[in-house]
């Protein structure tokens, strides 16, 4: 751990590298000094967690390298006060999802790296989903955000998700809605046995909970859908090809009958002519004689 003024008398620096160390922490004010800092690299420490007024007045910074650590998750505002942030990268950490609102900020940057990360391509990445729809218009590059959970986007980008797989976000977000406007009351519990008069009595019956809904684990049913119509529409497809081979082929057969019927009647014609011929010279002959 690097201590707090270590960089108090370095408030000219541009450039500051402290890549490849053991750095697992850092403290709040240890970068307060450094305002004209342009490049920070950060890359492949230890570093667990990150204060979101960590990189205060850095309003020159350009360059941030926070890849090859061991980052949870990014604090909302850390970001805040990066106007003129280029590059970003956040490769290789353990993160799992990204909220738009840190990044809104960064008006200037350009390019950002993610790989390397055990996303959940849930509802939690949703509105980030769209930030990178949005950076991706304007001309931001960024590299490819692969899904980890769940097992049916695993390897697959978060951007060529479609948004249909999400439509189940807005039903939990009010069934979560409803569910905190009714717990104002005392915490409930799952069941609390009625104590009984005597010793000798019957066994204390346990009353269920009416005020603790049991927690429902939600699954993507978009996806099971959309697995589902792909298989049907694979199908259909598939029939539909079928036919049109099966009715090329007939085409074929009938065009080759119609042709050969064709070949034979010109044939035919030449013979009957010469017989009708025939028949004519007959006649002019018994009517000379």
Not at 41 to 59: E, F, P
Not at 84 to 108: C, H, I
Not at 117 to 145: A, T, V
Request: aromatic residues 6%; contains cysteine; neutral net charge.
């Amino acid at each position: 751990m690097l201590p707090g003024p270590v960089f108090s008398n370095l408030s000219a620096l541009q450039r500051l590298d402290l890549s490849n160390n053991f750095l697992d922490q850092l403290p709040q004010n240890i970068f307060s000094d450094l305002g004209n800092l342009t490049e920070l690299q950060l890359r492949n420490n230890s570093i667990r967690t990150l204060d979101k007024d960590l990189l205060q007045q850095m309003v020159l910074l350009r360059q941030l390298d926070l890849s090859i650590n061991g980052l949870a998750q990014i604090p909302s505002g850390i970001f805040d006060d990066l106007p003129a942030l280029r590059l970003l990268s956040l490769r290789s950490n353990r993160l799992q999802s990204l909220d738009r609102v840190t990044f809104e900020p960064l008006v200037s940057l350009q390019q950002l790296q993610v790989g390397d990360n055990p996303w959940e391509c849930d509802c939690n990445l949703r509105d980030f989903k769209h930030w990178m729809e949005w950076f991706s218009y304007r001309g931001g590059k960024i590299d490819q955000l692969a899904c980890t959970l769940p097992k049916e986007l695993r390897g697959k980008d978060m951007r060529m998700v479609p948004m249909e797989m999400f439509n189940y976000c807005s039903q939990l977000e009010d069934e979560n809605g409803s569910t905190v406007l009714d717990n104002s009351g005392p915490p409930c519990t799952k069941g609390s046995p009625t104590p009984s008069k005597s010793k000798s009595g019957p066994e204390p019956e346990v009353e269920p909970s009416v005020g603790c809904p049991q927690k429902q684990r939600y699954r993507p049913v978009s996806v099971r859908r959309a697995i589902g119509t792909v298989i049907i529409a694979g199908v259909v497809c598939g029939i539909v090809c079928i036919m049109m081979v099966v009715a090329a082929a007939y085409g074929c057969i009938y065009a080759s009958l119609m042709a050969k019927y064709h070949r034979e009647l010109k044939k035919r014609q030449p013979l009957m002519g010469d017989t009708e011929g025939e028949h004519e010279e007959q006649k002019q002959i018994s009517s000379v004689a």
